[in-house]
């Protein structure tokens, strides 16, 4: 039972590995094979796209609060990530330690 | 002299009073109508309401899922500021609605994604308080809904956990920008050709963009999802999201 369980985990932690791979290799096959491209935000085209469709369309509203500068913004952006990779990995952590206290209470007990 | 000056007042007005092209795959502040705005927000208002009904029930009945509950906010929020190159020379970011649509429901996922795109509005300029209803119905509600969906078809079909998980990842990152360029066609409809020249416009924009990006999000999805099997097995019986086969 114990093997049969350690075998699928060991299978789908080799399968989690070869897809992170592959989301990398997904991310950077455009960097490498398309040098000219300048990879702005698709918002922006969409944006251009609006102004041809309407050229008399002037945004009613602006953003109460922009960040300063390009950096600020990316600044903010590793803030949201790094706040949520940190929740993930403290929630992993104690998964983990918990799955590991459940097992070796389940062995202690067993033989009484 | 004189003209320089003015030409550097210019140049500042313009810099002051235009807003740049953020970099946001959401539609962007005050870039739809005032009806437009209006619509979109009382349309996602019910769903925010039932969701947080949910949510409200879920942790009640079972105050240990907190911690996943909040996994699967914290999934989002990594996932959507992960702005990727794309094989259109443009970039845009993954929703990661997936996940929390898989494990409490779609209603569940939609406040979630409310307080990621409330996030991103207010701190970010990315996004838009205006256009917060619109974002809300297509990232938060309208992909969840299509990743629900899917992923119980896949269920029911037998297919593997795995795949359901990829595919429901996939729809609904997807959706959420067919969506969006719905949400833009229809309040700007082409003078020539009218909504369906303007959603096919849109659609190319942001549609081809999104292909590799869902690919990605599904396949982090399925990450997440392996590691959860593993080490959450009970919450995830709790939540009745794991297939029979995981439980022999």
Sequence with gaps: MRSFNENTE???????????????LISVFPLVFMKDADFEGADGQAEGVIVEINENYEP????LYEPASGEI?????????????????????????????????RQTDSPC | MMR????????MLVFVFLPRPVFAMH???????????????????????????????????????????????????????????????SSSHPTGVGLGTILFGPLAMSVLGFIVLIFQAVLLAHGGITTLGANTFSMA?????????????????????????????????FFTYVVTSLQLALAFPA????????????????????????????????????VLTIYSKDELRDLSVMFEEGAK
Excluded at chain 2, 4 to 10: G, M, R, T
């Design chain 1, 10 to 24: 060991n299978k789908r932690c080799i399968i989690n590995i070869l897809f992170i791979v592959l989301v990398v």
């Design chain 1, 60 to 63: 009613w509203f602006l953003p």
């Design chain 1, 73 to 105: 913004e990316s600044l903010l952006f590793v803030l949201q990530a790094a706040l949520g990779a940190g929740f993930i990995g403290y929630y992993l952590g104690m998964a983990k330690e918990r799955k590991h206290r459940d097992y070796s209470v």
């Design chain 2, 4 to 11: 320089s000056k003015k030409n550097i007042l210019v140049l």
């Design chain 2, 27 to 89: 539609i962007m502040e005050g870039f739809l109508p005032l009806g437009w705005s209006v619509f979109w927000s009382l349309v996602s208002l019910p769903f925010i309401v039932l969701g947080l009904r949910s949510i409200n029930k879920t942790v009640h009945q079972n105050p240990r899922l907190k911690m996943l509950l909040g996994l699967a906010g914290a999934f989002a929020f990594v996932l959507s500021a992960l702005k990727l190159p794309s094989v259109t020379g």
């Design chain 2, 141 to 173: 509600i309208a992909g969840p809904l299509v990743a629900f969906t899917i992923y119980r078809a896949v269920q029911k079909c037998g297919g593997k956990p795995s795949l359901a998980v990829f595919l429901a990842a996939f729809f609904g990152n």
């Design chain 2, 191 to 226: 003078e020539i050709g009218g909504f369906v020249a303007s959603l096919t416009k849109f659609l190319s924009i942001f549609a081809v963009t999104q292909v590799p990006l869902a690919i990605s999000e599904g396949l982090l999805t399925v990450v997440i999802f392996n």
